[in-house]
């Protein structure tokens, strides 16, 4: 990787993102020797301007930042920096330099679930559920949606909301099996969605299908 430490008088800016929740923790700066460092421990260490030293993040507090990756931009001059936190990022002992929280959202989960199941579909290890329905094929994985489909709406009129969450799953998970073995992923979903959201997206054809009134 070629890093342009000249623009800048020796350093680069380095913007550091929690690997998980891909929330950006702070911005720091690297020189070579810092970067060398941060490759040589996986901790990240960046050079302080203010007492032109280097400073491994975490070194007093315990609070270090765990190398995962580094990316150079198009211009060789700014470093993405994931890593995975020790703690609070910042001196004032928050999360962020911003003061945010750095919650991992659950809903990214779906598209870790989802490269999950891709990896089965391309490996078929023995012994995997999802290998065994991927080999009963699509009708069979459907039909499962369908079941799965049946119990949430059961749980939803008369089980309880825990089991309802249960069966949900369970529906969500088949459902990407689903579309993984017909060759799609449920950002297709999700971006067919986000259509749906928009102004100028086809409100009265939605209603009139809710209604039943909806004619091709």
Known sequence: MEIDFKKMNGLVPAIIQDYKT??????????????????????????????????TKGETSGNFLNLVSIKVDCD???L??????????????????????NKYNPILFLSEL??????????????????ALFNKGVKRIAQKVG??????VIEAVSGTDEKLIY???????????????KGLRIEDVAAELLKRHQPDWD?????????????R
């Open 167 to 181: 069966e949900a799953s369970d529906i969500l998970y088949h459902l990407i099996v689903l579309l993984e073995a």
């Open 76 to 78: 060789n001059d700014t």
């Open 203 to 215: 409100k009265d054809r939605r209603l009139a299908k809710f209604l039943g009134t909806y004619k």
């Open 80 to 101: 993405l920096v994931e890593v995975i936190p020790n703690g609070p990022t910042c001196h004032k002992g928050t999360d962020t330099c911003w003061g945010e929280e």
């Open 22 to 55: 891909k929330n950006v923790l702070m911005l720091g700066f690297m020189n070579e020797e810092s970067y060398n460092k941060t490759i040589e421990t996986k901790k990240v260490t960046f050079w302080s301007r203010s007492r032109n030293c280097l400073w």
């Open 147 to 152: 079941e799965e489909s049946l119990e949430t």
């Open 114 to 131: 989802q490269d999950f199941i891709t990896k089965r579909h391309q490996e078929m290890p023995e012994g995997s559920y999802t290998t």
